[in-house]
């Protein structure tokens, strides 16, 4: 909301610059978001003195002056102002200033005599259309003196930030009201030269009256809250007087036409929208505010035909739509050069109404912004008033007949109690009901004593006030936030632990930044298909649904790394998944994802330089299988994990913990560069995240925290006695897995096996074709005593005999 | 030579030699004394092997004990001390120590959990801890609980992606005040951070998910003294000693409610571009909880009262590390990422 600081100061007498004014306004109304200067584009311009004048010498219209515009020089100008005068003083724009309408001065000769800058006439300085003269300046400053601080030209535009429950500020009526609660000053309505038409007082009546000549009619109650008219005959479209044209300038609006201007001053200073018609365009000289029929359609101002619904309201004439209802009005009857009857409509619609027609057209406008949000249904009569007042001041014309005021029935406004003590519980100190009152009083509340407590009043403008908690923040703003105590009180420890899921995943993402992976956060969208949650309004077409995994999050992440020739990729996320659940949420989980594809290590001048190398440092499936292990053992801790083989395609391992599977390993495939090493993902369960209602709406169902039982790792005793192993080089058939092995190697060695470790593995050359050479390392320890050499190799004989026997597993000899 | 003195004499050598080895200062000096006393011919414990012939039958076994833990513990000690002069000194492989370490990759948080994360830490300073709950929420929890008015404009800036089917994803992290206030009992004290969701274009400075963390603070006599106070102090720890200003705002879910600034770091207060020339950087949005949430949770909003506060780490994030496009945060590129590494490329 633009706002004039002089606008304002036309209603208010307050004495504070416009800085402190939007101090003002920021700390107990509405954040001031901006304060702009206005009319810098006149900043360079100086007041000047004509100290000598003559005719030109080669011309008889200029004139050759000589100027003090405060450099301690006279200059030489050339003028063409038949008014040009010694000893007065001008605007005047020295060589180099550019003057608002883009032109440059410069320093040249005219007919031979120099010019060295320009005396500027009110049309060139964008001050009005008067050209016939340079302008006269009645004033009395030093030559130099900046026209901006020596006129009030340089009005200054607040820029309110308005949320959306007070639409009782988007005027200056609004504004000023709370400027003036603040300043403790008086504010009325700005007085307006030669204002004074009269109007009748309206005739209220419930869905139908003539106005005039003019019939109006509700076709169904509850369309609107209200619908004045008022017919206006014999004005004359033109253009606006100079001081209205600067007013709707200094808020940034631009002028049109008397009429539509007087319409715009009026949305601005007293927030109500209204709009004028042409009587001699409204077909059977009727207005009927009704449903639109659906599909019926209606060129707005804006020149855009509209297709409406039957949601929407219209006001038509006898048989077609001049405008939609708060909205936008129509083309067909605007007010031209022609008009000379109008039929002026100020109204007050349905806030809901507006919104969804608003939304539905996709058309925004002054009046739907302010109707949206709720205009006054009071300040109808004042603003009809001031607008045909306005109208006739300059645009001429006669007021026929009384206004007509439809539809309107004075709500009941019930008065709310305020505790005294309920301030002070809320605001944490006393505030004595006298000073309760009295800013409560300063922006229109009436206040009604009681022993104890306040009966409030609310005035019409402040629908959004309901509640005693709504006066509590009047007064806590009123009074100033600043004013509240600085001070930390004794506090109850809170009854609620730390959500397990957020321990876990800090856990998680602990151990994957120390394996040196990097952190993603990426946007949880993708193409989706079946089996995908599906948005109903989504941005765009390839991001409609929400992912299942967030490994094909992290997929798209690794591609744009590749684009940008980046071929060492490891990102993780911790994030939600969605499943689709047929008549609830969706399905919702917590994961862990991570990616690794490229060189596991930067490159070292003292790596080896070899292919083998080369193909050894690259992420493989053995390090996605380990970072598995890792991030299951972060997010499961002392629980039993293993991996166990999948059976999908490019899966490699599922995560087990238990007997569940939480996660999986396996192969990512990616729109990939020939150069890219293989990329290898790992996906884990944290938990589901429950989206069922905790309890029914507007009940609890409080339940002790429950801790997290937090998992222990036994103490083992250490040994003091030394270890004994002995290695085996075995032929295994590619049939028979290594877990099979190692499992009968456990079972066999019994307890006091410590480690079983694979070393080696190799085929080809000197291992029997169907086979491999594996080699396991076996590490036995005694808790009590040395292991004896015997003992030693009669478990080695055990071992083998029975992996000879079970899984046709021997020795290799060579 | 009777035992005592030989055992005197033992002693005498083993901390002489002692003594010797350890002093070493290099290898010349280590194997001076190792010819001192452990030397083959000379040396002084070669002397005292031989002086157990002298040793009576009875008393030999005494005093060969003796010896052996003498020679054994010098010979320990010079291994030991060799070893440690090697280490030390080796001239061996000093080289160009300029060149480059072998390095591994070095892991790194997103810059938005590193916000969240401090902001987690200053708060349970203060007494709070995490609550968590789903992104898919339903129309009640995300906006009904929390006393949005049906078809409202305030509803605006919740421009909502809604779900086929059933629900919602959350415009806020404000629908886990209400599922926690039905299901613990006050005094609560939680933050919640989370994902939120709005239907934004991806650009510059807007995404259409993005972290958002939330504070509640319920219990009997809470009042805005306790909302300011906490959040000033907030704003000290996280800002540095910066001043704070509160600015009456408007939250359908809060009452009275209130924007809070601190002061621009980068101009001191006195107007710069980077706070529009205000002096102040907007950093997060608070209030009382109103009662109808309260009630909405089943809490007696008269007996109990609170505040709530809510902020964009993301937005921190991006004035923090000076990040011009707020797309960074999300794109995961490994070269930015690894600058939050601080690692060398």
Redesign the interface.
Known sequence: MNVSYEWLRAFVPFDQSAAELRELITAHTATVEELLALRQDLAAIVIARVVEEAAHPDSDHLHVTRVDAGTGTLLDVVCGAANVTAGKMYPFAMTGTVLPDGLKIQKRKIRGATSDGMICSARELGLGQDHEGVMELDVDVPPGTPLLSALPLGDMRLVVDVLANRPDLLSHLGVAREVAGITKKPFALPAIDGLGAVIPNAATHATSARAATVDVRIDEPGLVNRYMGLVIRGVTIGPSPEWLVTRLASIGSRSINNVVDASNYVLHELGQPTHAFDVAKLGGSAIVVRRATAGEKITTLDGNERTLNAEMIVIADASRPQGVAGVMGGRDSEVTESTRDIFVEVANFNPSRIRDARRALGLSSDAAYRFERGVDLEIAPRALERLAQLIVLVAGGQIDGAPVDLGYERPATPAITLRVSRVAKLLGEPVGADEIAALLQSVGFDVDRTANDLLITVPSWRGDVVAEVNLIEEVARLRGYDRVPMEIRPFRPGTVGDDPQWITSKRVRESLVGAGLLEARAMPFVAGGESFVKLTNPMSENEGYLRREILDTLARRAEYNLARMEGNVRLFEIGSVFAPRSGALPAEQLRVAALVMGRRQPPHFSDPKTPEFEAWVRYDQWDAKALGQTIAAAAYPAQPVSLRDADHPDALWDIVVGDAVVGAVRRVSLDAPVWAAPAFGVELSLGDLDSSSVAPQGESAHRPFSRTAVSVTRYVPLASTPASEFDLALLVPDTVRGEQVERVIRRVSGKLLERVELFDQYSGKGVDPGHRSLAWRLTFRHPERTLRDREMDARRSDILRALADELNVRQRSN | MDLQEYIAQAEAIEHEGTAALQSAADADALEAARVAFLGDRQGRVKGLQEALRGISKDDKPAAGKRFNEARTRLESLHGDRKSALQHAMSPVDRGDLS????????????P??LVIEEIEGIFRE?????????????E?YNF??LNFP?????L??HDT???????L?RTHTSPVQ?????????????II?G?VYR????DASH???F?QIEGL?V?E?I????L???L??FAERFFGASRT??????FPFT?????MDVQCGVCGGSGCPTC??TGWIEILGSG?V??NVL?????DSERY?GWAFGMGPARIAVSRYGIPDIRI???????F??Q??GADR
């Open positions: 060149l480059a370490a072998r390095r591994q990759w070095r892991g790194a948080k997103h938005v959990t203060l007494g709070f801890t995490v609550a968590q709950g789903p992104e898919a929420e339903t009640w009904g609980a049906p078809n409202h404009p305030a605006d800036a992606l809604y779900l086929e089917g059933e629900g994803l209400v599922r926690t206030l039905q299901k613990y009992e006050p005094p609560i004290r939680v951070p994902t239907r934004d274009f991806f995404a259409p998910a972290a603070c219990d006599n009042s805005f003294v306790d300011k106070s906490t000033n102090r200003r509160f600015r009456p705002s408007f009452e009275p409610s209130a924007e529009k020339g009382m109103h009662p009630e909405a949770a089943g809490i009262t945060l999300y794109d995961s590129d490994v070269r990422l690894d939050v590494a």
